[in-house]
Antibody, heavy 122, light 110 residues
Framework: EVQLVESGGGLVQPGGSLRLSCAAS????????MSWVRQAPGKGLEWVFA????????YYADSVKGRFTISRDNSKNTLYLQMNSLRAEDTAMYHC???????????????WGQGTPVTVSS | QSALTQPASVSGSPGQSITISCTGT?????????VSWYQQHPDKAPKLMIY???NRPSGVSNRFSGSKSANTASLTISGLQAEDEADYYC??????????FGGGTKLTVL
């Protein structure tokens, strides 16, 4: 059974940093692209970042360019999102999601974690 | 990259069929066959319902179907059931190597 469990969210002041983690199990982690998708309270879904199965290629939304970094440790079956220079508009539930194929654009996002909440406020 | 355009809400009675549209541009929906649809119940994680325009993942009811014409994708739900009441989101791969979501559609089963 595929499981994705996020952690690391919390309350942080504007300008601060957080690192989110997503522990994966139930599939060959290194064979699939992974994405982070966020959802602000009462709002829709926003794709944030994707990384290839090998970790060698990353793709991001303009809204987080230069502030967020995605990475993965295939030996630990874990995905990360390093978030720096956080802003109030980054407040959201952050979900990790498994790609349906080795490339994030194809196959949809077929499994999602329950998410970890991030609140940016002073 | 602007969000894809979905109707804010749609509704239907049990047993009826409804269609949710998702409109983009030639740089996203019109340029690639990488459109997906997600169902989200309140306080739950999204669930993949359709991928690559018209493919259904294993376990998803065949009452759900997807299609695309030019820059508009569509999700059709036939034989509406109470459990289908949820928010639905489309997404597409884009020429900027990003994924873009629609704003979401709230489906009400009357």
């Amino acid at each position: 059974e595929v499981q994705l469990v996020e952690s690391g969210g919390g309350l942080v002041q504007p300008g601060g940093s957080l690192r989110l983690s997503c522990a994966a199990s139930g599939f060959t982690f290194s064979s699939y692209a992974m994405s982070w998708v966020r959802q602000a309270p009462g709002k829709g879904l926003e794709w944030v970042f994707a990384v290839s199965g090998s970790g060698g290629h990353t793709y991001y939304a303009d809204s987080v360019k230069g502030r967020f970094t995605i990475s993965r440790d295939n030996s630990k079956n874990t995905l990360y999102l390093q978030m720096n220079s956080l802003r109030a508009e980054d407040t959201a539930m952050y979900h990790c999601a498994k790609g349906g194929s080795g490339w994030y654009g194809e196959g949809g996002l077929d499994y999602w974690g329950q998410g970890t909440p991030v609140t940016v406020s002073s | 990259q602007s969000a894809l355009t979905q109707p804010a809400s749609v509704s239907g009675s049990p047993g009826q069929s409804i269609t949710i549209s998702c409109t983009g541009t030639s740089s996203d929906i019109g340029g690639y066959n990488y459109v997906s649809w997600y169902q989200q119940h309140p306080d739950k994680a999204p669930k993949l319902m359709i991928y690559d325009v018209s493919n259904r993942p294993s376990g998803v009811s065949n009452r759900f179907s997807g299609s695309k014409s030019a820059n508009t994708a569509s999700l059709t739900i036939s034989g509406l059931q109470a459990e289908d009441e949820a928010d639905y989101y489309c997404t597409s791969y884009t020429s900027s190597s990003t994924l873009v979501f629609g704003g979401g559609t709230k489906l009400t089963v009357l």
